[in-house]
């Protein structure tokens, strides 16, 4: 069976056009490998895709949250819309599984890598809206992203680590987190970055990850581990409260 079948069938959609799905699960590196194979990659659908789930989302989330002014709707649809977001709605799918990627590209981990997942998922949310419509695309896509769309959290915690860190020293001393990094080896095309995040004169946390964005967030987040485990040595109702506002 087709690629692009199991998926459908895996999705539950009567889907009419398998070409035009499984060129949603092409990626640039696989047509390069295969010249005239199918209609073409992935590119278009995903400028498409990128449209629909923010409507769909957008949408959603002024149903949900009639009480929420524009700032934290725009947040929420942020943490759902993020390429870790949209990477995470993948992995729920197993679309990785499907995508049709170029040998070398597959052998680098492409098929975990999020912002490669994320772009997937745009181009399939794309070729489901052109082959079944707008009404089966938006039900589809707030179905599955409906534990998000259910996330009642305080808006700080729907930002980055990253967001939440700068927003805490910011307020405490007016400076920003310093990232340095430590370590950046590997080939260009499999770079592990390890990068440190200073806060007031202090190392509070190291991160790695495939990309300096990657381990800057890993880091931020250890920093507000550690930030978290001393919320109770702050002597003054201020500080205790930053404490708070930044770590949830």
Known sequence: MRPAAELA???????????????????????????????????????????????????ALYAAYPTDDEGLLSTRRASIVSTTGLSRLAHRIDLGSYLLLGEGEAQRGGRRRPSLLASGFEALAGAIYLDLGWDTARTWLTTLAEPELANDSPSLLLKSPKSRLQEYTQRRTGARPEYRILDASGPDHEKLFRIEVWVDGRALGVGEGPSRRTAETAAALQALEAIRATRSAPSDSSARADVDRAVG
């Open 9 to 59: 069938e895996r999705l539950g959609l009567q889907v009419t056009d398998l070409d035009l799905l499984e060129q949603a699960l092409v990626h640039s590196s696989w047509l390069h490998e295969h010249r005239d194979a199918v209609r073409g990659h992935n590119e278009r659908l995903e400028f498409l895709g990128d449209v629909v789930i923010n409507l769909a989302i957008s949408e």
